[in-house]
C-alpha cells in the first residue's frame, strides 16, 4: 500500500469529476450496484500482448471478441506485474491493468484503506484482504478455471491463487502444452454454470492459457522447430476467439454479467533482444483491456 501523494487533493477533486459522468455507461460502472445484482465474469488473457490484441480487433481477426469491445478497441493498459504470479495477486486484491494514461484513474475494486486515491464512490470496497473472499463474503459462488501453471494446483505454490476459491479446477488439457486448451476450459465452465442453483450469485474467472508459450501449435503449417513467434501469438488468440462465445453465453445464462477481459502481461519476441515476460519491457508491461455487460441470453454462440 501507498501512502498518500503530495497532491491527493488534486487527486481527490479528479475522481469527484469521473463520478459525476452518467451514470449507466459501462466505462465507468457503479461496482458498489453490480456487485450482488449481476453475475461476474473475469478472463484473464494470460500472456497476450496489446500490439497483437489490437491489431487483430482492426483487422477483423477477432469478431467475437471485438463486438463486445467498446468501440470496438481494446484499452491500452499497463499490466499490475511482470508475469502470472505478480499480477494475478495485484489483480485479485483489487489492482486491475491500470490505464496507460496519467492518473488518478478510479478503480472498479478496492480493498478499504486510509490515503487509497483510487477509490471512488463507484468502486466496491472490501474489507477482505483480497477480492475473492469479498464476493464470497457477498454471497457469490467463486469458481477459478485454471490455465498456466500457477494454477495447476500441483503443489503448494501452484496452490496459492486457486486456494482463493472456493472451488477450482485445472487438468493437463487445460494447460499451455494443450492444442485444445480453452475448448477444454470452456467445457468445464459450461458444465459448473449449469450445476448451479439460479438464484446463487457466481463469480467466474478464467486463466486462458492458450497464449502463452508454447503457442506454435496454432498456427497451421507451423513446427515444434520453427516455435513461437508473434504470429503464432495472434494465431492463438484467433483460436481464443473462435471459441470465446459458448465462454460469454455461460456466464451471461443465468442474469446479467458484468465482464472483464484482459491480460495479466505481455511476452517478448526478441524485441530489442528480449524473450519472454517476467522483465521490464514495453512488450511486457502493456497489455490489452476491456470490461462490458453481457445481457441474459444475447451471447451469439
Ligand atoms: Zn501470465
Redesign the pocket.
Known sequence: MQAPPPDAGQAVADIRDVDAAPSEHAGNPDMSEIVGSHDLLLI?L??LRYDVAAELAAAGRIPHLARHLPGGIWEKRHAPGS??YA??QAIFAGFLPTPAAPGPHPRLFAARFAGSETTASRTFVFDTPDLVSALAGAGYRTVCIGG?G?FNRQGPLGSVLPGMFQESHWEPEFGVASPTSFEAQVARAEQVVAGLPAEQRLFLFVNVSAL?QPNWFHQPGATRESGDSRATHAAALEYVDAHIGRLLAAASSRRRCFAIVCS??GTAYGDDGYTG?RLGHESVWTVPYAHFFLEPGATAR
Open positions: 484473464t494470460d500472456t508475469f502470472t499480477s494475478h498456466v500457477f502463452h495479466d502481461h515476460h
